[in-house]
Nanobody, 116 residues
Framework: VQLQASGGGLVQAGGSLRLSCAAS????????MGWFRQAPGKEREFVAT???????SYADSVKGRFTISRANALSMGFLQMNSLKPEDTAVYYC???????????WGKGTQVTVSS
């Protein structure tokens, strides 16, 4: 599976962005997918996952502000990010795999910068 994330950019605190992840190469509908992020000087961290059946999970830091979704017919995943904070600034990566704990495929990241 090849993954390509897009939709990052510069936004003011309180603003919104929608990230997209386009998948190709294999049947996307059977895979779990997730979003992860890495801020400068920090380790990569979990943001959200969605199973093949649509069950979602979120990091506490984004719960209530971010929404993960998928469109299997389009082989795409999304991350709607609202009420953005400067601490959300990071490179965001989409990933996919057979389960939410086995993300075998990773795309190149997209930069999200939130200004205060």
């Amino acid at each position: 599976v090849q993954l390509q994330a897009s939709g990052g950019g510069l936004v003011q605190a309180g603003g919104s962005l929608r990230l997209s992840c386009a998948a190709s190469g294999r049947t996307f509908s059977g895979y779990a997918m997730g979003w992860f992020r890495q801020a400068p000087g920090k380790e990569r961290e979990f943001v959200a996952t969605i199973s093949w059946s649509g069950t979602t999970s979120y990091a506490d830091s984004v719960k209530g502000r971010f929404t993960i979704s998928r469109a299997n017919a389009l082989s795409m995943g999304f991350l709607q990010m609202n009420s953005l904070k400067p601490e959300d600034t990071a490179v965001y990566y989409c990933a996919a795999g057979p389960t939410i704990r086995a993300m075998d495929y990773w795309g190149k990241g997209t930069q999200v910068t939130v200004s205060s």
